[in-house]
């Protein structure tokens, strides 16, 4: 069965912009490219945590989340996903500031078919033990994301010497960011169903 959460991220002929590929091979170069983004994105991000940690309350009075906090926290993730796919050279269009750009070749997808949540796991939400429910994935994620990182600067020579993205690495880079959003999504309580140890199912 298909988790419901899900990064969908266009791979397309694989061309990429050799000339980003560069910016990236010199990292600083990529990252002072990406700050503004990233600067907003951090206080978006904060605004998730804070609007996730509310609707464990909601939920565990009303058994749900209100479709404005799903929308908030939906919209945090991915633009955390465009950021990280202009900077991995997965996309070479620079994202826009704003919190929903669905033309994207990069997003999150959720098809969870209701709001309706489980009361137990609010309160585990609220007494913070879902962040230690997910230390297993923490754990396992650290060296995904160190292998991804090592994936994607060979992929940065690659395309600088070709103008293609390897296709194997692309998948690769993809499925670790498609990892971690998965356990952000299970965190916030977009979905009740724990995450797969997996980079693609």
């Known amino acids: 069965m298909q988790y419901p959460v899900d990064v969908a991220i266009e791979y397309g002929d694989g061309t990429r912009s050799r000339g980003l590929a560069a910016a990236g091979i010199f990292f600083p170069i990529k990252m002072l490219l990406a700050l503004p983004q990233l600067f907003v994105v951090a206080f978006v991000q904060f ?8 609707g464990y309350w909601a939920i ?10 799903a929308r908030f926290v939906h ?7 465009r950021i990280s796919a ?7 269009e620079y994202p826009a500031f704003a919190m929903e ?6 997003r999150v997808v959720i098809t969870e ?11 585990a939400g609220i007494l ?22 090592i994936a994607g600067y060979i992929a940065y020579w690659a395309i600088a010497f070709t103008g293609i993205y390897p296709e194997g690495i692309f998948n690769f880079v993809v499925g670790a960011l498609r990892w971690s959003m998965r356990t952000s999504a299970w965190l916030f309580s977009l979905t009740d169903e724990y995450p797969p140890f997996a980079l693609n199912e």
Do not use: C
Request: proline letters at 7%.
């Open 47 to 54: 605004g998730a945590m804070v609007v996730a940690w509310i």
């Open 75 to 81: 919209n945090a993730m991915g633009w955390n996903v």
């Open 113 to 123: 078919p209701t709001l309706e949540r489980g009361k137990g796991l609010a309160v």
């Open 60 to 69: 565990a009075f009303n058994g749900s989340l209100s479709p404005g906090s």
């Open 86 to 92: 202009w900077i991995a050279s997965l996309q070479d």
């Open 128 to 149: 913070l033990v879902k962040g230690i429910l997910l230390i297993p994935h923490m754990i396992v994620l650290y060296f995904v994301g160190i292998a991804a990182g």
């Open 101 to 106: 750009q669905p033309e994207y070749p990069a």
